[in-house]
């Protein structure tokens, strides 16, 4: 299974941006990026995806480099709520794979008011 | 639409003693995970099923856990004899079918146990 990259831990002020970086120099042509972040004393939550453009919801945004080798997901405006850790994770996208979720290390996200 | 279920919520047990987490996946939902999460750790994954049926149970020490989803809805975890080391959250999540990439896993929050 490919392997993620993160940072440890960062830390934001409360309403600026933030960029959470993720290396996965590794990756194959079938592997989706996926961001998950955990609340304390939460389950994991699901934050976005992509494959090889650059996506947008409602919580965040995902750039993905040109060769997919890495990829940033940003918050635009940062909330004492989004104070988590952030998993960035590659996904199988191939027929018939288990689709499952390997999660490493992530990057714990500090938010200051 | 109601989340991942899980109970119990807290559980403290003496090692060599028995423990069973139950799971109801959100209504649907064919694919079925625990994990286990260590404090400080990224959640491990334990089982996964598909339906009723088992699809990866490689990480499952089988010596002591069992799982089943007899059918298709709800599952049970169980443990015995726990040991110091299982203490630890056992998450359960579901997805509509595991076959799609894009598909969101959805986590409950989890049973939290303590082996002392």
């Known amino acids: 299974d490919a392997k993620t990259t993160q940072p440890n831990s960062m830390e934001s002020n409360e309403e600026e941006p933030v960029h959470l970086p993720c290396n996965h120099s590794?990756?194959?042509?079938?592997?989706?990026i996926h961001w998950y972040r955990q609340l304390p004393s939460q389950g994991p939550e699901y934050v976005i995806h992509?494959?090889?453009s650059n996506v947008n919801n409602r919580m965040a945004s995902l750039a993905i480099a040109e060769d997919r080798k890495s990829s940033t997901l940003i918050l635009h405006r940062a909330t004492l709520r989004d104070a988590a850790v952030y998993y960035c994770?590659?996904?199988?996208?191939?027929?018939?794979?288990?689709?499952?979720?390997?999660f490493g290390q992530g990057t714990t996200l500090q938010v200051k008011p | 639409e109601a989340g991942v279920a899980q109970s119990p919520r807290y559980k403290i047990i003496e090692k060599r003693q028995s423990v069973a987490f139950w799971c109801n996946p959100i209504?649907?939902?064919?694919?079925l995970y625990w994990y286990q999460q260590i404090l400080g750790q990224g959640p491990k994954l334990l089982i996964q099923?598909?339906?009723?049926?088992?699809?990866?149970d490689s990480q499952l020490p089988k010596d002591r856990f069992s799982a089943e989803r007899l059918k298709g809805v709800d599952s049970t975890l169980k443990i015995q004899p726990a040991k110091l080391e299982d203490s630890a959250v056992y998450l359960c999540?579901?997805?509509?079918?595991?076959?799609?990439?894009?598909?969101?896993?959805?986590f409950g929050e989890g049973s939290w146990l303590t082996v002392v």
């Open positions: 999540a579901s997805s509509l079918n595991r076959a799609l990439s894009g598909n969101t896993i959805y």
């Open positions: 099923f598909q339906n009723n049926g088992v699809v990866d």
């Open positions: 994770i590659l996904r199988d996208g191939r027929s018939g794979n288990t689709g499952k979720l390997i």
């Open positions: 209504s649907g939902h064919a694919t």
């Open positions: 992509g494959l090889t």
């Open positions: 590794t990756i194959s042509g079938t592997d989706y």
